[in-house]
């Protein structure tokens, strides 16, 4: 997966439009003119994705009625295939890349193949769901993968599965079999290829010591794989400062309002701080330069004025020895460099200077 303009911005609508078509749509509008590079919606069967009787998390139960099943709150949030359609549509039209997450094989099936979309994005619910691993593998699709609740060695069985299934196996391997798949080289590059991996910390919202941006950098030491992060902390400076520290990919929620009703809204950007988080991420990437120091063209004006030169602290005729009593430095740096001051102590002055006058004399 990768952006034009650099880091890829995955501005993540999740659920929420609130099960409205319209808000969705305004959802895309406002995703394409804050500069993301997708939009990103979640695709699933309420009914296949969780039991009558599952229980909703802390956050969910304080922004949602908490009468309500998990279920009863999800169905509520479906998109239909021909929301799907009309949201891709809109996308494409606005020049934004549409993206979805789905959590269950037929809905892995349904992105890959009906919709043919070019990425597919694993939540961090599946991270440890075989079924949803070498499903998504086999569509020979881009993947996203977060691994939000997990840890090292649930990211690497999830790798595992994914290498197993691209070496043409279709079935759920064994957790030998997947790390066994993961040790192989050709399989790893190829997984290496087509997978970015964002770290991810699932509680809404995040607390700020509970990100640990650095464990993105330990996944990307260990594995050997793209790296980004999918970021759930109130404002936009921690998914800038993981761009700073080397993330590919930055996927973030945002909402149309955050008092909005609804399990993902208090976690969420507005529109215009949206706009600002990816306006400063491209700040930071022009800022990331050649990586060559040396001086650049805006600066170079100013090195006569802030430098500084060796100039005559007294009078000095033609003939007189250069001293450190009568040397000194200061600016401008419009003569000899100062790192020449050892050079110059010592050797004959050819002409006379005055007081705070710039010595001329070439040393070689």
Known sequence: ?????????????????????DRALQMVDLAADAGADYVKFQSFNAKRLVTKNASKADYQKKQTDVSESQLQMLEALELSHDMHEVLISRCESKSIGFMSTPFDEGGVKYLATTLNLPVIKISSGDLTNPLVLVEASATGKNLVLSTGMGDMAELELALGCLAFSASGETRVPSEKEALDAWQMPDLRAMIAERVTVLHCTTEYPTPYEDVNLRAMNAISTRFG??????????????????????????????????????????????????KQMVADIRGVEVAFGSGMKSPVPSELKNIPIARKSIVATTEIMAGDMFTLENLTVKRPGTGISPMKLAELLGTISDRRYGPDDVIERNVS
């Not at 794989?225 to 761009?243: F, R």
């Not at 930055?250 to 009703?261: A, Q, V």
């Open 1 to 21: 997966m990768t952006s034009e303009r650099g880091v890829c911005i995955i501005a993540e609508a999740g659920v929420n439009h609130n099960g409205s078509l």
């Open 225 to 274: 794989v793209k790296v980004g992060y999918s970021d759930h902390t109130p404002g936009i400076w921690v998914p800038i400062a993981a761009v700073a520290m080397g993330a590919t990919a930055i996927e973030k929620h945002f909402t149309l309002d955050r008092t909005l009703p609804g399990p993902d809204h208090v976690a969420s950007l507005e529109p215009d701080e949206l």
